[in-house]
């Protein structure tokens, strides 16, 4: 029986090391970093931009229905049917002609974060220019515009910014929020080509930590016509000192630079998902997507190898397999979670002190505030359900009562069992002497 139980305590300590406990709700989030904040418009393919590509188009062959050919470029974010695959390929001919790369060409087509941000205010400070907070970059998603995060597209691909402002969090309340107003511009956008969720236009936003790059592990919908309240809430968690000293394979966790990511510049949960992404793709088609950070020109997908990304979207775990795919979790974190609510325009008029004139509040645009309404966070401490010592203890006390012995009574055990040796040891060397000298 003492077996049976040592073997459970031992099966138990091994398999449910750690578990997660609410240590504090009541730390002040001032001075915590601000969570970034990624807006995609769904306007991912406007004329205007079509047109300005096609005057800059000079060498080859230039019959191409740029019309018809350029929205199966969204199949880069999306899963297409019926793609013309002679299309795809005269297109690609001109890129390369034309010295085009396709990132610069992903984020030469959408609605430029200028004319897709109309206002920006942060704690009640009005920003001429959003591009003071946001900064443009290529997504899972398409082409977004990312607030106070490292990452950033600088006109060829996606890179690290090593002068990041990283806000830092200094009231709270629905008047000190990042306030933000959109347009997608729905008329200046090419036929069939606006991204949606169900029947309407959505703005997608995406909530990460500012070093982690945008993922949709916590994302909302932001319908037009409209304001929406983000409350924002922070849940930090980190290990205990006996955490800390278990192996990866016990905790279960990674710290952010404990495993490396071959395309990211700290380890994330969310990141080791995309790097997933990308080993798929990389597997079937031999090269790496456009949001990649610090891509090579020469390893990045080419146009023609997007039918090879849609059979990998829809069948990605057919190229991965588990092992291949392991991402556990962060050990140190903050996540951020939001609630939403949704509102109209009516009361606009009747604002003593409307922030939003001046501007042309259309069917297409999106008002939306990010804000905390407390001014303290959860914090979770992730501790072990069943140290060494509490393993040592149980198992003494198992050998105590269905044994009768304790670590003592094994220690005196050994010291009989070493006195026994010892003494016949003396009795054969004693021997010995005797038969010598008879």
């Known amino acids: 029986m003492s077996f049976l139980l040592t073997q459970l305590l031992y099966n138990r300590f091994e398999e449910m090391p750690t578990r997660v406990t609410i240590e504090s709700q009541f730390e002040s989030l001032i001075d915590l970093p601000y969570p970034s904040i990624t807006l995609c418009s769904p306007n991912q393919m406007t004329i205007t931009a079509m047109k300005y590509f096609n005057r800059s188009l000079v060498d080859g062959d230039l019959t191409i229905d740029l019309k018809a050919t350029l929205p199966m470029l969204l199949a880069f974010y999306e899963i297409m049917n019926d793609l013309d695959t002679k299309s795809l390929k005269h297109l690609q001919d001109l890129?390369?002609?034309?010295?085009?790369?396709?990132?610069?060409?992903?984020?030469?087509?959408?609605?430029?974060?200028?004319?897709?941000?109309?206002?920006?205010y942060l704690e009640g400070k009005l920003y001429s220019k959003c591009s003071a907070l946001f900064k443009p970059i290529l997504t899972t998603h398409g082409f977004c515009c990312t607030f106070n995060n490292v990452y950033y597209f600088n006109g060829k691909r996606n890179t690290v910014s090593n002068k990041l402002p990283n806000f830092t969090i200094n009231a709270i309340g629905v008047f000190n929020a990042l306030t933000v107003v959109t347009d997608y511009d729905p008329a200046d956008a090419i036929e069939g080509t606006l991204l949606n969720g169900g029947a309407i236009r959505v703005s997608k936003v995406m909530y990460t930590d500012w070093t982690e790059f945008p993922a949709d592990d916590e994302t909302s919908i932001v319908d037009p016509n409209g304001e929406s309240y983000h409350i924002l809430h922070i849940t930090y968690t980190y290990c205990s000192d006996e955490v800390q000293t278990l192996p990866v394979w016990s905790r279960n966790c990674y710290f952010e630079d404990e495993h490396h990511l071959p395309h990211f510049r700290k380890y994330h949960n969310s990141d080791c998902d995309h790097t997933c992404y990308l080993k798929a793709v990389r597997q079937a088609c031999g090269c790496y997507l456009s949001f990649v950070p610090n891509l090579r020109t020469d390893t990045g997908c080419r146009i023609t190898s997007i039918p090879c990304i849609i059979n990998v979207r829809k069948e990605m775990y057919n190229w991965l397999s588990a092992q291949e795919c392991e991402c556990p979790r962060d050990c140190v974190s903050r996540r951020y979670r939001a609630e939403v609510i949704m509102g109209n325009f009516n009361a606009v008029p009747y604002m003593l002190r409307n922030p939003y004139a001046g501007l042309e509040l259309n069917t297409s645009t999106s008002v939306m505030h990010f804000f905390f309404s407390t001014p303290v966070y959860t914090k979770l401490k992730q501790e072990t359900v069943m140290s060494i010592i509490s393993l040592v203890s149980n198992l003494g006390g198992v050998f105590g009562l269905f044994m009768g012995c304790s670590c003592m009574s094994v220690l005196e055990v050994l010291f009989y069992i070493y006195l026994a040796i010892k003494n016949r040891l003396k009795r054969r060397q004693l021997r010995r002497r005797i038969r010598h000298s008879t």
Do not use: G, H, S
């Not at 890129?95 to 974060?113: D, G, I, S």
């Open 95 to 120: 890129l390369e002609v034309n010295r085009y790369t396709v990132p610069e060409v992903l984020a030469t087509l959408p609605q430029n974060c200028d004319d897709f941000l109309k206002r920006c």
